[in-house]
């Protein structure tokens, strides 16, 4: 059976042609019973305008795209799926795209979207700032979990955060504490240290802060290997779930009971943080909420282009104590 037409369309619902596609970009220009007589004929014959076409009159897409820099890691999942969903409330398709924690593959990407869409989230930018400077001409942009000046962002509150965390420790007996900090080249890493360095100062935490480095489970196994060869600390806090899970497995295997000798805590509030024993202590990102309010933020930017460049929205964290922190040894 042949695909309906537009013309099909316009000749069942008894308007011209013209009538049909402006219903589609335009509704609002149309009385109710002409948008309602032009829509059920179009339901009734399964007719669907082409994107393709329809971006030529209108000059939109109804498109947006998704970048983030590692699928595969459970920090990005719910926020995506939450992008995707508000953006199908709007009536846009979301195209996805995983740079593999490359800066070089990024750019690349976003450069190759802004053809096909109306707006960009980036998700964790590893870009550097000259790589964004060369993108100011693209399609509007908001960062995700990344704080560029001149753009729209939505952050979390990573000092509120760490205050929680610092005061939750201390709490615990805590005086000194070991921190993985994550890569060198991601924005976040380096938010979550100095908010975690400032927190720790006005709790009166000893902080000792490792190399940065990769922030996978690997790298959280092979710090792992390292404390058992000297005096262990008493409490490790990793840059995100996934390292931390690295090290508590890693030292159970070892014979080190947590949290009886160590206390391990993440960043994140990933699903995985709580389905591993002992469950992980970890500062809840608001996933779903980050992902709702890039999609506002950007269909905002598309409306009002220029306006409220520069806006920031914060969201504030949650601390989910679980079973791998405890009181320190000797407290």
Known sequence: MARPTIRDVARAAGVSVSTVSRVFTHPELFRDETRARVLAAASELNYFPNRNAASLITGRTA??????????????????????????????????????????DEE????????????????????????????????PIVFVNRAVESYR???????????????????????SALYLPGPENSWAASSRLESLVAASEESGLILDVADRGP????????????????????????????????????????????????SVTGWGGTKLAGYYAPALTTVAAPFAELGRVAIEQLLLAQETPGEGASHHVQLDVSLVPGASTGRAPGS
């Open 215 to 262: 922030s996978t489970f690997e790298t959280g196994s092979a710090v792992a290997d390292r404390l058992v060869r000297r005096t262990l600390p008493t409490a490790v806090l990793c840059f995100n779930d996934i390292m931390a899970l690295g090290v508590v497995a890693r030292l159970l295997s070892l014979g080190v009971r947590i949290p009886e000798q160590v």
């Open 63 to 104: 498109n947006v795209g998704l970048v983030v820099p590692n699928i595969a890691n459970p920090f990005f999942p719910e926020m995506v799926k939450a992008a995707q969903h508000r953006a199908r409330e709007q009536g846009l398709a979301s195209l996805l795209a995983d740079s593999d924690d490359s800066a070089e």
């Open 108 to 139: 690349r990407l976003i450069h190759a979207l802004a053809k096909d869409v109306d707006g960009l989230v980036v998700f964790s930018s590893l870009l550097s700032s000259s790589q964004i400077e060369g993108m100011r001409s693209l399609r």
């Open 153 to 175: 962002c939505v952050l979390v509150n990573a000092r509120q955060g760490m205050g929680l965390l610092t005061h939750y420790l201390t709490n615990l007996g805590h005086t």
